[in-house]
């Protein structure tokens, strides 16, 4: 990294000018698949967060130890310990959401934020930096999960978090739930919007 | 038409760079060169170039023109049917063509309404002029979709197609699919219920309060719609007044179905429109005919029931449902087929082909051709692709042969 960036930045950048998601574009199979529905959406939004941040600090940790040429065994290792403590703590104490999210809490192992941030991060980082760092693109990776999910919850199935949130009356004028948004490609479509918007705020990001 | 070429001549300095409503200028131009050729074009005699009169809003305007008759049958049908399920006896032909026509008018008015709103501002916040290709989208789309739609869906649908369809990729000439499609595809998986099903394909309210009223739920299933339901050894086709819908009844129009695709005849004449004009590619429509006929044969020499839609005779594959409109006025659209004319035999070919298949073998989806149409745009590129790659390879390998023969 040219210039060093400092604590502040580390934690928020992925937010919007780094996003994992919209600006780095990884991570977008689990977008298209765990949010039709927010509650899902949240709970692999904590998840991640959950996993990337102390598989940052592990792997930030015994760095110098880990020999360059099984690099990758190492980190995969410390995921999947990791990613496995999570998903046996999701069927304990909510077995519902995790019968919801299926596989896609194994998958997390596979999820390309993760391998990318232990690499170009934690691997030459103290521990701190790489624990806000993990948070931070865990932070920017379910923010853009959760506005994808209640957009599609929302106009898909007309409800949040379970709860009715279009009004009966509209019902009964004629309004219909759209049931596209429930289909994966809407999401593709809908994470396409956000990028669109976020390009246009932020000129800077645009390809020429 | 003077007098309306002087007023917009007076009228075109105000929209000039510097007049008041330069805001408006890309509406000016729009309807300026849409009712005369444009102003600004190079003399005949200075230029280098050869100009035809064939622009593309004089295209546009055949292709309307080409489609005016299913229009109108569509508007006599609709009211036809609205008569049978009312009970009726006679059938008053201005009073059902005046039905229909009250029918129909609030969906083109709204297809309209979205479909250029959005093309204006794109054109006028890009600078850009407005393009013409939208004429033909706006009333395709209340064509293909039956005619009861409510109109907000209409509105969304167009709104969707319009934008994720056609501005995203850059506008009129560089979509990759079928605007008119996507707005159909849109409103298929989005609201299954307006868009399939036995309730939908016969208007069945008052517009205006013009009409006879029709019992509540009243339902009639379009003849695909009870082919993929029917359960029995041999197929029954039934109309509104329960008598046996015949080919000629097919190849006429006068069934249930959405607004402008019944009517095989119409769609005839549209073709011929088209084909004399040199506006659709008759290799596209020959093809995708060869295709699906050839593919109806094929599945109907292994008839049986699991699938009923393999029961049902090669020709009426073809009149029934919409595949002949789509083949006519959709698979031909010049921007979203194949380029290359071999590009446009496979094209043709695989349409009639997969529109067959998905119609026969998914008794969830009794019209196919949509769905047809919209993938092979898709695959249009990469058919021109390895047709133009194919070329070049072969002239190489001709240059190689005669470059070795000099040595």
């Given at each position: 990294?040219?210039?060093?960036?400092?604590?502040?930045?580390?934690?928020?950048?992925?937010?919007?000018?780094?996003?994992?998601?919209?600006?780095?574009?990884?991570?977008?199979?689990?977008?298209?698949?765990?949010?039709?529905?927010l509650?899902?959406?949240?709970?692999?939004?904590?998840?991640?967060?959950?996993?990337?941040?102390?598989?940052?600090?592990?792997?930030s940790?015994?760095?110098?130890?880990?020999?360059?040429?099984?690099?990758?065994?190492?980190?995969?290792?410390?995921?999947?310990?990791?990613?496995v403590?999570?998903?046996?703590?999701?069927?304990?104490?909510?077995?519902?959401?995790?019968?919801?999210?299926?596989?896609f809490?194994?998958?997390?192992?596979?999820n390309?934020?993760?391998m990318?941030?232990?690499?170009?991060?934690?691997?030459?980082?103290?521990?701190?930096?790489?624990?806000?760092?993990?948070?931070?693109?865990?932070?920017?990776?379910?923010?853009?999960?959760?506005?994808?999910?209640?957009?599609?919850?929302?106009?898909?199935?007309?409800?949040?978090?379970?709860?009715?949130?279009?009004?009966?009356?509209?019902?009964?004028?004629?309004?219909?739930?759209?049931g596209?948004?429930?289909?994966?490609?809407?999401?593709?479509?809908?994470?396409?919007?956000i990028?669109?918007?976020?390009?246009?705020?932020?000129?800077?990001?645009?390809?020429? | 038409?003077?007098?309306?070429?002087?007023?917009?001549?007076?009228a075109?300095?105000?929209?000039?760079?510097?007049?008041?409503?330069?805001?408006?200028?890309?509406?000016?131009?729009?309807?300026?060169?849409?009712?005369?050729?444009?102003?600004?074009?190079?003399?005949?005699?200075?230029?280098?170039?050869?100009?035809?009169?064939?622009?593309?809003?004089?295209?546009?305007?055949?292709?309307?023109?080409?489609?005016?008759?299913?229009?109108?049958?569509?508007?006599?049908?609709?009211?036809?049917?609205?008569?049978?399920?009312?009970?009726e006896?006679?059938?008053?032909?201005?009073?059902?063509?005046?039905?229909?026509?009250?029918?129909?008018?609030?969906?083109?008015?709204?297809?309209?309404?979205?479909?250029?709103?959005?093309?204006?501002?794109?054109?006028?916040?890009?600078?850009?002029?407005?393009?013409?290709?939208f004429?033909?989208?706006?009333?395709?789309?209340?064509?293909?979709?039956?005619?009861?739609?409510?109109?907000?869906?209409?509105?969304?649908?167009?709104?969707?197609?319009?934008?994720?369809?056609?501005?995203?990729?850059?506008?009129?000439?560089?979509?990759?699919?079928?605007p008119?499609?996507?707005?159909?595809?849109?409103?298929?998986?989005?609201?299954p219920?307006?868009?399939?099903?036995?309730?939908?394909?016969?208007?069945?309210?008052?517009?205006?309060g013009?009409?006879?009223?029709?019992?509540?739920g009243?339902?009639?299933?379009?003849?695909?719609?009870?082919?993929?339901?029917?359960?029995?050894?041999?197929?029954?086709?039934?109309?509104?007044?329960?008598?046996?819908?015949?080919?000629?009844?097919?190849?006429?129009?006068?069934?249930?179905?959405?607004?402008?695709?019944?009517?095989?005849?119409?769609?005839?004449?549209?073709?011929?429109?088209?084909?004399?004009?040199?506006?659709?590619?008759?290799?596209?429509?020959?093809?995708?005919?060869?295709?699906?006929?050839?593919?109806?044969?094929?599945?109907?020499?292994?008839?049986?029931?699991?699938?009923?839609?393999?029961?049902?005779?090669?020709?009426?594959?073809?009149?029934?449902?919409?595949?002949?409109?789509?083949?006519?006025?959709m698979?031909?659209?010049?921007?979203?087929?194949?380029?290359?004319?071999?590009?446009?035999?496979?094209?043709?070919?695989?349409?009639?082909?997969?529109?067959?298949?998905?119609?026969?073998?998914?008794?969830?989806?009794?019209?196919?051709?949509?769905?047809?149409?919209?993938?092979?745009?898709?695959?249009?590129?990469?058919?021109?692709?390895?047709?133009?790659?194919?070329?070049?390879?072969?002239?190489?390998?001709?240059?190689?042969?005669?470059?070795?023969?000099?040595?």
């Amino acid at each position: 990294m040219a210039d060093k960036l400092t604590k502040r930045q580390i934690f928020f950048n992925p937010f919007s000018k780094n996003n994992p998601v919209i600006v780095q574009i990884l991570g977008i199979c689990s977008v298209l698949a765990v949010t039709a529905k927010l509650e899902p959406a949240i709970v692999m939004g904590a998840s991640v967060i959950m996993v990337l941040a102390f598989s940052n600090v592990i792997i930030s940790l015994i760095r110098a130890t880990i020999p360059t040429n099984i690099r990758i065994i190492v980190q995969l290792v410390v995921v999947a310990a990791l990613v496995v403590i999570v998903d046996q703590f999701l069927k304990a104490y909510a077995y519902d959401v995790s019968r919801q999210l299926s596989v896609f809490i194994g998958l997390i192992i596979t999820n390309c934020i993760l391998m990318g941030r232990l690499e170009a991060f934690a691997m030459s980082n103290a521990p701190w930096p790489s624990f806000l760092d993990g948070v931070g693109n865990g932070c920017g990776y379910a923010l853009i999960l959760v506005g994808v999910g209640s957009i599609r919850e929302l106009l898909g199935s007309g409800t949040l978090m379970g709860h009715q949130a279009i009004p009966q009356w509209a019902y009964e004028h004629g309004y219909a739930n759209n049931g596209l948004m429930i289909l994966p490609p809407m999401a593709l479509i809908v994470v396409a919007c956000i990028i669109w918007v976020h390009r246009y705020k932020h000129k800077d990001l645009q390809e020429k | 038409m003077k007098s309306l070429k002087r007023l917009l001549d007076r009228a075109r300095p105000a929209f000039g760079p510097k007049g008041r409503f330069h805001a408006f200028h890309s509406i000016f131009e729009g309807i300026d060169t849409f009712l005369f050729t444009p102003r600004d074009t190079a003399p005949g005699h200075l230029s280098t170039h050869i100009h035809d009169a064939m622009d593309s809003k004089r295209t546009m305007t055949i292709v309307i023109v080409a489609l005016l008759p299913c229009l109108l049958f569509g508007m006599y049908n609709t009211g036809y049917q609205h008569w049978l399920a009312a009970g009726e006896t006679i059938f008053p032909f201005w009073s059902l063509l005046w039905y229909g026509f009250l029918s129909i008018l609030p969906t083109i008015v709204v297809t309209y309404a979205v479909g250029l709103g959005i093309e204006f501002f794109v054109a006028q916040y890009r600078h850009e002029e407005i393009q013409e290709g939208f004429l033909v989208t706006g009333l395709l789309i209340p064509m293909i979709i039956p005619v009861s739609t409510p109109l907000w869906m209409v509105a969304v649908a167009t709104a969707f197609s319009v934008i994720f369809a056609k501005e995203v990729f850059g506008g009129t000439g560089y979509n990759i699919f079928n605007p008119a499609l996507v707005a159909r595809a849109f409103l298929f998986f989005s609201y299954p219920s307006q868009m399939s099903g036995d309730a939908v394909f016969v208007a069945t309210n008052q517009p205006f309060g013009f009409g006879p009223a029709v019992a509540d739920g009243f339902t009639c299933a379009t003849p695909l719609g009870q082919i993929a339901t029917s359960t029995s050894d041999t197929l029954s086709v039934v109309g509104i007044d329960s008598h046996a819908i015949s080919s000629w009844d097919v190849f006429i129009g006068l069934i249930p179905g959405s607004f402008g695709e019944t009517s095989c005849l119409c769609i005839l004449i549209g073709a011929a429109i088209l084909l004399f004009t040199r506006i659709a590619s008759w290799r596209i429509i020959l093809s995708a005919t060869i295709g699906s006929v050839g593919t109806a044969y094929l599945i109907h020499a292994f008839a049986n029931t699991t699938y009923p839609a393999t029961m049902l005779n090669p020709i009426d594959q073809l009149t029934l449902g919409g595949l002949a409109f789509a083949i006519i006025f959709m698979a031909t659209d010049p921007v979203t087929s194949c380029r290359t004319n071999t590009g446009k035999w496979i094209f043709g070919f695989l349409v009639g082909t997969i529109a067959i298949i998905i119609r026969t073998f998914n008794n969830g989806y009794p019209e196919g051709a949509m769905l047809a149409v919209l993938l092979m745009n898709a695959f249009a590129p990469l058919i021109d692709y390895c047709v133009v790659r194919a070329n070049i390879n072969r002239r190489q390998h001709r240059l190689k042969l005669a470059g070795s023969d000099k040595s």
